[in-house]
């Protein structure tokens, strides 16, 4: 009992800590029945352990626990997307601090480029790459040839891989051989083979968008870490698909 106490925390202040809200808006909300400590309504005061409680504010996941960080890093190209390489080539772990060990939340395929999340925290990685959760990720894609309404269509409806058919996707053309396209899933190497099956091989991609996370003024082989709106907004992201896919 006395470990347990010693390790805990009042819940408003920790709350504060995090950049949820300000220690008096922090109590607000544990008035207003809004934060909930291992799925009970929280009370004014009550103390919590950032090691095993689990805090629900609003309905989205609090992380609490210390220690956890998160970088978000341009991959450049011709660096791998695993925390190790048998053939010895750079990975994107190689990039960001090596204490403490983090690893890549799904992956850049070699020749992509651009934004890619890095993280110990086991249970966000889980929701961001399980498919129920499926967050969305914007792409820039310079594709070969020019693309008609007909290709467009067909890359939006789905396409027909090997494992299935693709799930819609949202697909505009920028430009003349320049397209966006968001989609949900991870499948490997999934864009280049939906636009190579419309007749448009990728001669670059780019990843700009992970859920709500954007950063335009990071440079190819820059990281940072994650700021704790940026982490707040993730949760909810990861929480809204989920309430809709229950829908």
């Known amino acids: 009992m006395g470990q347990k106490e010693s390790s805990s925390e009042k819940l408003q202040k920790v709350l504060a800590r995090l950049g949820v809200a300000s220690r008096r808006a922090a109590e607000e909300l544990i008035v207003e029945g809004r934060v909930h400590v291992n799925s009970k309504l929280a009370t004014l005061g009550q103390r919590v352990d950032p090691a095993d409680d689990e805090v629900i504010v609003d309905g989205v996941h609090v992380s609490i626990k ?62 961001l ?6 967050v969305q990720k914007e792409y820039f894609v310079y594709v070969s040839g020019k693309v008609t309404r007909a290709s467009l269509r067909a890359l939006r409806e789905g396409v027909e891989l090997e494992e299935g058919t693709t799930a819609p996707a949202k697909v505009s053309q920028v430009e003349t051989g320049l397209l966006k396209i968001i989609i949900h899933e991870g499948r490997n190497r999934q864009i280049r083979r939906m636009c190579a099956l419309v007749g448009h091989p990728v001669r670059r991609l780019i990843r700009t968008r992970i859920g709500p996370l954007s950063d335009r003024k990071l440079s190819s082989g ?13 949760e909810r992201a990861i929480t809204r698909r989920d309430d809709d896919d229950r829908d």
């Open 222 to 234: 820059v990281w940072r870490e994650l700021t704790t709106k940026e982490i707040r907004d993730l």
């Open 66 to 127: 210390p220690g956890l960080v998160y970088y978000l890093l341009y991959k450049p190209v011709n660096v791998i997307s695993t925390a190790d390489d048998p053939q010895g080539r750079q990975t994107v772990v190689d990039m960001v601090p090596a204490d403490p060990r983090v690893f890549p939340v799904g992956r850049l395929d070699r020749e992509s480029e651009g934004l890619l999340l890095l993280t110990n925290d086991g249970d966000l990685t889980y929701r």
């Open 129 to 134: 790459t399980h498919p129920s959760f499926g």
